[in-house]
């Protein structure tokens, strides 16, 4: 079809002139280092935050399960792909998270596709902080329902819109990220749940990158006092090394999520190994708090050694502006043995292209302080 490659070659020129076109780079991982072109590099871009991917307890469940199971499920869990490995780590993270039950997905963006259309669609009202991940506004699109963004974090900004607009639609949701992924602060959880039940307006709390982290490792509804988040949402594939998505909520929610989420009832259960994999890395988390706190220990070493404002999570953004200098920045770290990939847009806003610092347990603290020198002297002042 000619029609199709000329559709295909115009859109990849165009990207190619505004330099956002991209592409998967063959990446060779073993722990903290990666090899791109010959070189390893130490990687500060890996959101495997406790390096539990090659924990050999984790590797070792996957190994088991996969020998006694097999490597995939087979079919949907409604029909034969559901497995007692399932229930156990649906359990294992409702107790983690202290809500009745839990309910895992295909992956973290399937699971956000799934959960919101399953509870707002035609009608209803999607309050989202401008900042959250792509796969919340995915499943805000895909409901159906109207969707208003608010100013990041901005608490009042979410507030007025629902004065405004809340007795317009039936059921109302506010989702957000608890640890934002570009930014690396986390949501102010607790007075959004506050402003949830005077609106009556469900919050959602997607922490992909809070869980294992942030919370004694219990994830962003426990930093600080705590926030009562009905829905939270996250991923098995960043701090805890596996694959997969999940929700915890109250019974009745989850087995709602059983019964009408898409990507649950129309795509195949998550592979055992995955799935057994997951569940040991959670006992780690679970077991460990002092391993847990690692990332944003290391983290903060960064940040104070750079005088930035104080690192919430294991993520820690420098903006550099445009996308030119965030490449530049980039390359010059990777000639210094660094790897820090360089987030451009539309990824992040125009004009706040940035290198994204991503600290794990394992990070030595004189390659951390390397860095911090290297950025304070030839990075930081690109900003400027
Ligand atoms: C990575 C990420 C996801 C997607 O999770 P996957 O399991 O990788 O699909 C969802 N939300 C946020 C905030 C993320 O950072």
Not at 34 to 55: I, T
Not at 310 to 318: L, T, Y
Request: charged share 20%; with cysteine.
């Amino acid at each position: 079809m000619r029609s199709l490659d000329e559709f295909a070659y115009g859109k990849l020129a165009a990207l190619e002139r505004a330099r956002l076109r991209r592409s998967p780079v063959v990446t060779a991982r073993d722990g903290i280092y990666v090899e791109r072109g010959g070189r390893r590099l130490l990687s500060f871009s890996c959101n495997d935050y406790l390096n539990l991917s090659r924990h050999p307890a984790v590797i070792k469940a996957a190994v088991d399960a996969a020998e006694l199971y097999g490597v995939g499920a087979g079919a949907s869990r409604l029909v034969t792909g559901n497995h007692p490995l399932y229930e156990e780590l649906e359990s294992r993270l409702a107790r983690l998270k202290g809500t009745a039950a839990a309910c895992v997905f295909g992956s973290g963006y399937l699971a956000n596709t799934g959960i919101i259309p399953a509870l707002v669609g035609g009608g209803d009202l999607v309050l989202v902080d401008e900042l959250s991940h792509a796969c919340i506004n995915g499943g805000a699109k895909l409901s159906g329902a109207t969707v208003l963004r608010y100013r990041h974090g901005d608490v009042d900004h979410a507030q007025a819109l629902l004065a405004q607009h809340r007795v317009a639609h039936e059921r109302a949701l506010i989702a957000t990220d608890g640890v934002f992924s570009m930014d690396g602060d986390v949501a102010p959880l607790s007075a959004l749940a506050e402003l949830g039940r005077r609106h009556d307006a469900w919050l959602l709390a997607d922490d992909a990158h809070g869980l294992g982290v942030v919370g004694n490792g219990r994830g962003s509804a426990f930093v600080g006092g705590g926030a009562d988040v009905p829905l939270q949402m996250g991923t098995l594939s960043k701090a805890v090394g596996a694959y997969g998505g999940y929700l915890c909520a109250s019974r009745a929610v989850i087995d709602l999520m059983r019964t009408r989420a898409r990507p649950f009832i129309y795509s195949t259960g998550l592979p055992p190994p995955v799935v057994a994999a997951a569940s040991a890395a959670l006992d780690l988390i679970a077991g460990d708090a002092a391993y847990v706190a690692e990332p944003l220990r290391k983290a903060r070493l960064f940040t104070r050694a750079l005088n930035l404002a104080e690192a919430q999570s294991a993520i820690v953004p420098v903006i550099v502006g445009a996308a030119d200098a965030a490449l530049a920045a980039s390359t010059m770290l990777e000639d210094e043995g660094f790897l820090v990939v360089p987030i451009r847009p539309p990824t992040v806003p125009a004009g706040t292209a940035r290198l994204r610092f991503a600290f794990t347990a394992q990070h030595p603290e004189a390659a951390i302080e390397r860095l911090a020198g290297i950025v304070r002297s030839r990075v930081v002042g690109l900003a400027a």
